[in-house]
């Protein structure tokens, strides 16, 4: 970087900073339903604080609602995180071994993380089978769209999961191995090529 760069305040004593172009395409289709299944949850959330504080007449339905989308928002939103590969990780021990065995052992997480996320989907599946056509408590709606959320987020999950292992495998190194590839290349971390 040169001394131009790193000094945004120019010689007029303005700040001159131009903005990065905003690229919608890192986003995918499960960014935008857990967006707005969030925006949903606050409109909800807020008309509860609303009738309880404002109208003292507080709406009962709202609780439970609000609970029920809150499970959707992280179930879907833990896809976002699963195929942006930025769930916690523990990487400190992968700069103490071998490279081989590094190589190996960020596999065998890989594999685990796909095997387990498709095992969750199962039970889920299964969970919703056993819950068959139980009402929620107080609405009188299906229990199995909230299990439905499970499923489609683990579902979600355990498809992105297997692309990332897939990336991990073709780039001959996962983000475990090498964590400035996180911070540096957030292109390939979010599905797209790795920058050269």
């Known amino acids: 970087m040169s001394a131009e760069q790193e000094h945004v305040l120019g010689e007029d004593g303005q700040f001159h900073i131009e903005d990065e172009a905003v690229d919608l395409r890192v986003y ?31 709406a009962g339905w709202t609780e439970e609602i609000a609970r029920y989308f809150l499970v959707a928002v992280v179930f879907i939103g833990a896809a976002m995180s699963v195929r942006r590969n930025n769930h916690i990780q523990v990487d400190y021990f992968y700069r103490l071994m071998p490279r081989a065995m590094g190589r190996v052992l960020s596999t065998g997480v890989d594999l685990f993380r796909s095997a387990f996320l498709g095992y969750a989907t199962w039970l889920a599946w299964l969970l919703m089978q056993r819950i068959g056509s139980s009402r929620m408590a107080i609405v009188d ?56």
């Open 28 to 58: 995918r289709w499960e960014d935008w339903v857990a967006f707005g299944l969030f925006w949903i949850l606050a409109a909800i959330v807020f008309y509860q604080v609303f009738t309880r504080y404002v109208m003292e007449d507080p």
């Open 141 to 196: 709606l299906p229990m199995g769209w909230v299990f439905g959320a499970m499923l489609g987020g683990f579902a979600i999950m355990f498809w992105r999961s297997l692309e990332v292992a897939w990336r991990h495998w073709k780039l001959g190194y996962s983000i475990l191995e090498r964590p400035e590839t996180g911070i540096e290349d957030r292109g390939s971390a979010l599905g797209f090529e790795e920058a050269k």
